[in-house]
């Protein structure tokens, strides 16, 4: 995720800036800068790769002002180069930007400014914002920032100053946080806590539709055009909890993270008043798709399994046989694969090597590939024809949360994608699922909101040697990414099972030392999932359910119950995941391992 921090005030700008986006640097970024104003000159330096970077750049080429605004950026929109790193400017160069989020109606705005003679000299969708400034800019930049922000559609938290107006430092937010830290004749802002820690402690966290006015001695903040007052609060945290937005480990802020996450992955590609899907695909056209006779998914660990679940969904929509297939496995097989294939690579850190030798040697047949990656500019996200990325931000923990539901809703809309395509879906039907996706945020939220009971049941099975997960159709990957999230950070000894599968022998497993969790949700096999249920209750297990509100068939013959929203089946592995994640995060915990950062694993495996 991007980070910002800004400084007004008597001390030199540039070097505060400086050490706050260090304490930012954990958010991850590819690009960075800093931007000052000195004399009403405005003077910027900026850089590619990480911190140390820009830091030799501006011992080189010095700057130094008492008010200034820095950024290290995520790419999401343009490469990571020096021309796409922020700050950006208009075409004076005496108005500077920089911002986190996504505009989702950039290309419209940067095509009106275009014709309108603006010169542009990034990829990215911010630079939009300082055209749209300077187009409104009339001597208040306040003024010309509030219209600007009128004619933008998406995520934002923005920061802008202007070489004509060095006293103000101008900043909204919608959708993404920004935060302001008061001084005394000093004032401060920063994406994130930590990058303040050092300066202040009384902050104010803006909401979505402030702008605010920042001057050294004062915070001037409306919303809709109307002065409003926002409560400054003392933050207690050191700088490692601020690092974590107070939460005890990265992997439990990245799960209560998901509404943002898959909100971001889907904002700007599914519109409630179009009927279409918008995805960056160049090559996979319509004419291409028509010839593929077979998709091959290939993938490891968690990427897997949101493999496995695109599997029912591209068979279900599009009617195009598919295979999942493990990379570190695909690479050793005698790949039939040729022009007709498509070969789909599901990556977080779009580094893994079992999955980038599998996508070149695909390549080598003549198959189209399409990556799925969280990492902008990563070797898989380089090497495929075509890239759709999860829009996730940084994912520290090694056990994959945020990145796994952020692959299984962007191959959703994949999926619809080439549904459309093919002509294999309705518009009312394609309208009824994106209304659906809108809804999947808040679906998320309230799942959140069984931590408490999660927990008490992940405190009576915490000393468990063994666990199984049950599952069937396009849950059965979700009990797959269940016993791995246990596994991989509780190191107790779980295996995912298709529930249809327990007589052919695992059912052997089962008596009062084997508990079970089974997802049973709504669905067209709810009645099947139920028989299987019996068969492990009768056999003495304990049985945790995965069900919806007002279940009674499953709740009658479950020990404990967690429930959670009943949403189409088509995205219940995106709800009915959140659960699991929580109970293996505090099995975890329970257990003393390091929940973060757990033994044996790395977050990205560069190596066979
Ligand atoms: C997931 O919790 C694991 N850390 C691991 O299985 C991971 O999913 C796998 O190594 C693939 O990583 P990638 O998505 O970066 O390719």
Same mark, same amino acid.
């Given at each position: ?7 007004? @005030? ?54 130094? @002002? ?26 004076? @160069? ?16 940067? #095509? ?20 749209? =400034? ?106 490692? *909890? ?10 439990? #802020? ?5 509404? *943002? ?6 904002? @700007?590609?599914?519109?409630?008043? *179009? ?63 040729? #022009? ?35 990492? =902008? ?75 408490? #009971? ?126 699991? *994640? ?27």
């Amino acid at each position: 995720m991007c980070g910002i921090v800004g400084y007004i @005030g008597n001390k030199n700008a540039t070097d505060i800036i400086y050490d706050g986006l260090k304490k930012l640097e954990y958010r991850g970024y590819d690009s960075a800068g800093i931007a000052v104003i000195d004399h009403n000159i405005v003077k910027t330096n900026r850089s590619t790769g990480k911190l140390v970077n820009l830091k030799a750049n501006l011992e080189k080429n010095p700057i130094a @002002g008492n008010i200034g605004i820095g950024h290290t950026r995520w790419a999401t929109h343009g490469k990571p180069s020096e021309e796409n790193a922020h700050p950006h400017t208009d075409c004076s @160069g005496k108005i500077v930007v920089v911002h986190n989020g996504i505009i989702e109606n950039y290309i419209s705005l940067k #095509k009106q400014l275009v014709e309108e003679g603006h010169k542009f000299d990034s990829e990215t969708d911010t630079e939009v914002v300082a055209h749209l =400034i300077e187009k409104n800019y009339h001597g208040n930049i306040l003024e010309a920032t509030k219209k600007a922000l009128k004619q933008v559609r998406g995520t934002y938290a923005l920061a802008v100053i202007c070489g004509e107006e060095p006293d103000k430092i101008i900043v909204s937010r919608n959708d993404a946080p920004l935060v302001i830290g008061v001084g005394e004749n000093e004032n401060f802002i920063a994406s994130d806590v930590p990058a303040l820690l050092a300066y202040v402690r009384d902050v104010i966290f803006l909401e979505n539709g402030d702008i605010c006015e920042i001057t050294k001695n004062g915070v001037k903040i409306t919303n809709q055009d109307k002065l409003i007052e926002r409560k400054t609060q003392k933050i207690l945290w050191n700088a490692i *909890q601020a690092e974590k937005g107070g939460y005890k480990h990265f992997m439990l #802020k990245e799960i209560y993270e998901q509404p *943002q996450s898959i909100q971001d992955t889907f904002r @700007g590609r599914v519109f409630s008043d *179009q009927k279409q899907i918008l995805l960056e695909i160049k090559n996979i056209t319509k004419e291409v798709l028509n010839k593929i006779s077979r998709i091959y998914i290939i993938a490891c660990g968690t990427s897997y399994h949101a493999g496995l679940t695109a599997k029912f969904l591209l068979e279900e929509f599009v009617q195009i046989p598919t295979e999942v297939d493990i990379a570190s496995e695909f690479r050793y097989r005698n790949q039939v694969l040729d #022009k007709n294939s498509l070969a789909i690579f599901i990556s977080q850190s779009g580094e893994t090597a079992d999955t980038l030798v599998a996508l070149r040697l695909a390549k080598q047949k003549g198959a189209k590939t399409l990556a799925i990656c969280n990492v =902008i500019g990563s070797s898989i996200s380089r090497d495929a024809d075509d890239v759709v990325y999860t829009h996730c931000g940084p994912e520290i923990g090694v056990a994959s949360t945020k990145a796994f539901t952020g692959q299984v809703m962007a191959l959703l809309l994949l999926v619809f994608d080439f549904a459309v395509k093919k002509g294999t879906i309705t518009e009312e039907q394609l309208d009824n699922y994106i209304k659906q996706i809108w809804n999947l945020p808040s679906k998320v939220s309230e799942c959140l909101k069984q931590a408490d #009971k999660i927990e008490k049941i992940a405190k009576i099975f915490s000393q468990t040697k063994q666990f199984i997960y049950l599952a069937r159709n396009i849950n059965y990957p979700i009990a797959l990414e269940g016993a791995l999230k246990l596994k991989e950070i509780s190191y107790i000894y779980a295996e995912g099972y298709a529930a249809g599968e327990m007589k052919h022998g695992p059912i052997a497993l089962i008596d009062e030392n084997m508990p079970v969790m089974v997802i049973a949700t709504k669905s067209r096999i709810y009645e099947k999932i139920i028989s299987n249920i019996q068969e492990a209750k009768a056999r003495g297990a304990n049985i945790i359910a995965i069900v919806n509100e007002n279940d009674t068939a499953v709740t009658k013959l479950s020990d404990y119950q967690i429930v959670v929203p009943e949403v189409d089946e088509i995205f219940s592995p995106i709800i009915n995941v959140i659960p699991l *994640q929580l109970f293996a995060y505090y099995v975890s915990t329970m257990r003393g391992c390091d929940v973060d950062q757990p033994r044996n694993l790395a977050k990205s495996v560069t190596v066979e």
